[in-house]
């Protein structure tokens, strides 16, 4: 568990499918046994507060959730459903790419548990969060 | 508690000054004692699944934390920090319409309670949860 | 489904085969299609501010992933396994009896979820939560 | 933030005070600058399966929040109250003492997040979550 990977240029391909992903500007920074590390690029429409400028709370959430599931579609060579995910806001995150580093915390034959963290532009920690996501066999 | 309700229209108004909340399209259905209802009109960046077409879960994460804590703005008269949100999926949202009814669990001088239940334009349930928000007084 | 229940006895005698659930000292109150009813009679052990006297929150914790439980297991027959919880704290809980009132908010063939609302012996509301459930039928 | 810290001996004194802290046998191993390390020591009543004897969840919850909680506390000089907790449930956990280990993930002003992860006696991670916790100043 944890020893194989896709590497980057195949979890890039799987994030950049979907058109939400494509829409959250994904690059995929890195991808080893110790997880995965993806950039989100700014966009204007995230913003929540237009007198302070700050982000949705929502798509701190979209990026956490999909950092979590990244790192375990890194193992298992293929994006799984999310079953429940939690978010938790540290400090307004201000325009500019948001960072965020996700590890499995438990790979399970049926369900497993992975942890993400998101950084501003400077390194400042604005949220974090965890994710149960579904990785039984699919069906034949 | 519960008692005050600012009203569908001033509602409304807070939601849309949002850029990302005009991007979810949110139209306030109702607002009263027992809560809010609020529709996100479909838009095709949602899109998770480029095959299956379903729903990316970090748009429906996005529409329960505003529909919760809009419940709670609801009462207070303005939109608060999430604190945190725990947000479970319960079904492939397909394209369409989707609606979240939300209520205050519990409101409190310092943080507070609220959950949101989402359906699909079939009425189907496909996600629900809950979150908590900063209510203490802003500083003056 | 959530059309069969097996009934208050068999619910209590599940419950009780377990000895920390004897230890918090459950008592089925109700169990039919809205969900169900148990209440946990106090113990001096439960307090974790031996000043204030109120109740540890880890108490409260089990109380309410034991309701969500049985919630699922009053229709399937069987109590199951706890994936991931989350629990809120509305109130410090007094010495007294608790009654949770617990329901299945989404049965699913993989997984479940559930919720649970705990009551004091004035009936304020102290706690609520929600709970992932593993609802896949155990190997043959 | 994060670089004071009470000592074991202060906060051994702090879990004590509380009688189910008492009864879950608690002993502070480590706190310093990483967060605390605290076991917790077997008990006969722990068990929710009298056939396959695992742990019941409620006591993971339990120990994971008063880790998480502690790991707060050794900053700040005093526990704090838990406004809502996260636990995803790994393993099952056999009979035997229990290890956890918390760290601040955040320290506010007005509420903090921290994590614990929880070890059985083989060492294998049974269980993990994460809290949010009230931490404005006492009111004079």
Known sequence: MGETNIGIERLQELITRGPF?????????????????????????????PDRRYTHGGILAAIIDV???????????????????RVDYHKAAMPGDLTAKARVV????????????????????????????FTASPKA
């Open 21 to 49: 992903n494509r829409w959250l500007n994904f690059t995929v920074l890195k991808s080893d046994a110790d997880g995965v590390e993806i950039r989100a690029a700014w966009r204007e429409e995230w913003v929540v507060n």
């Open 67 to 85: 950092a979590a599931d990244y790192a375990v579609a890194a193992q298992l060579g293929r994006p799984v459903p999310t079953i429940d995910v």
């Open 106 to 133: 438990r790979m399970g034959s049926q369900y497993s548990t992975a942890e993400a963290y998101l950084y501003d532009k400077d390194g400042a920690l604005v949220a974090s969060g965890r994710g149960t996501y």
